[in-house]
C-alpha cells in the first residue's frame, strides 16, 4: 500500500513539474508595443498632403506642417522638379524636412507611368526615373504610380499594367530605394477602383507591391469601402483621408468638393477600425484640394485638419 500511494503521488505530480520545465524553456512571448502618435491619441503618424495648403511654397510648408503638429508630410513631384531646377539641394531638403520633426511616406506621383505601348512606356520611364530620383532624395519610402488616363486607351490591359508596375518597382527599389505603389482615381481606365488596383498590383508577382487608397475615390469611383478588410496592412502605402458632403449627387462630386473628415458622409471611422484590424502601421494622410481652403489662412487650415483627423480616429477607438 505504501508503495501504491508513493507511485500515485509521483504520477500527479507530473504534469505541474512538466509544465514548470516547458514555462522556464519556452518563456512567454510579449507582443511587440505599436508605438503611437498625436499624444498617444493614434496608432498612425499623420501627414499632410501638401496639395492641402496651397500655393504656399515647399519650404512655407514644411514648416506649417510642422507648427501644425503633422507627424510626416507628402510633397508633389512637380514641387521637388521646381526646387531643384531653381537651384536647390534635394538632400539638403530631406534634411530640413528631418529636422523639422517630419518624415516622408510618399510623393505624388509618377504620372502617365503605365502607358499603353511599348514605345510610349519607354519614352516614359525617363521622367519616371527622375521623378524616383528627386523622391528618393530627400527620404521619401513611396511614390505613387499614376497609370495613363483613359483617353489613349482603346482596351485596358490589366496584365500589361502589372508587367510594367513590376518593372517600375524593379526600377525604383534597385536604382533609387524607393517603393512605387499603385493609385486608382476615378478617370483613370483601368484603375479606377481598389479592386482594380489591387489587381495590378498582385498580378504585378512582386512581394513589395502596394496599392494607395483614398476615401474619395472609394466612394466616387464605386469601390465602397468594405474592400479595406480583405487586404493585409503592409499591402498599403499610405491611407489618404478626408470627407466628402453630402451634396452634390456622388456623380457629380469633384475633387474641390473634400472637405475636413468628419464635416461629411464617409465611414471614416468603420475604415480606420478596418485598418487597425489588418494590422495597417503607415500613416493617415490628410488630402484636401478645396478652393476654399486654399483661400484661408494655411497654417490655421492644417491645424483644423490635423484635430478633427485625430477626433476622427479617437471617435473610431482604435
Request: hydrophobic fraction near 40%.
Amino acid at each position: 500500500m505504501q508503495r501504491r500511494t508513493f507511485l500515485a503521488a509521483g504520477a500527479a505530480a507530473l504534469p505541474a513539474a512538466a509544465s514548470v520545465s516547458l514555462a522556464r524553456s519556452s518563456p512567454v512571448r510579449a507582443e511587440p508595443v505599436r508605438p503611437r502618435y498625436q499624444d498617444g491619441r493614434s496608432p498612425w503618424p499623420i501627414c499632410l498632403d501638401t496639395a492641402t495648403i496651397r500655393p504656399s511654397s515647399l519650404l512655407d510648408k514644411i514648416r506649417i506642417a510642422s507648427e501644425a503638429g503633422f507627424d510626416a508630410i507628402e510633397p508633389w513631384e512637380g514641387e521637388l522638379n521646381d526646387f531643384e531646377n531653381s537651384g536647390g539641394d534635394l538632400k539638403d531638403l530631406g534634411k530640413r524636412i528631418r529636422d523639422a520633426g517630419l518624415m516622408v511616406p510618399s510623393v505624388i506621383g509618377l504620372w502617365n507611368a503605365i502607358p499603353p505601348t511599348r514605345e510610349a512606356f519607354d519614352a516614359s520611364l525617363v521622367d519616371s526615373r527622375r521623378r524616383m530620383r528627386q523622391a528618393a532624395a530627400i527620404g521619401a519610402e513611396h511614390i505613387q504610380t499614376i497609370p495613363q488616363p483613359a483617353r489613349p486607351w482603346r482596351e485596358f490591359d490589366p496584365f500589361w499594367a502589372a508587367a510594367r508596375y513590376r518593372e517600375l518597382l524593379e526600377i525604383g527599389l534597385n536604382d533609387y530605394d524607393i517603393n512605387p505603389a499603385m493609385v486608382f482615381v476615378e478617370f483613370l481606365e483601368g484603375s479606377r477602383t481598389l479592386g482594380q488596383a489591387s489587381q495590378i498590383a498582385i498580378d504585378a508577382d512582386h512581394p513589395k507591391a502596394k496599392v494607395i487608397p483614398d476615401v474619395f475615390h472609394m466612394l466616387i469611383g464605386g469601390s465602397g469601402f468594405n474592400g479595406l478588410r480583405h487586404m493585409r496592412g503592409d499591402f498599403i502605402a499610405i491611407f489618404q483621408f478626408n470627407d466628402a458632403p453630402a451634396e452634390p449627387a456622388k456623380d457629380e462630386l469633384q475633387d474641390s468638393h473634400r472637405v475636413y473628415p468628419g464635416e461629411g458622409i464617409l465611414p471614416l471611422e468603420q475604415c480606420l477600425r478596418d485598418l487597425a484590424a489588418i494590422g495597417y502601421t503607415g500613416c493617415v494622410s490628410l488630402e484636401l484640394y478645396n478652393p476654399g481652403y486654399w483661400a484661408q489662412d494655411h497654417l490655421e487650415v492644417a491645424r483644423t485638419g490635423l484635430a478633427k483627423t485625430v477626433r476622427v480616429i479617437e471617435a473610431a477607438g482604435v
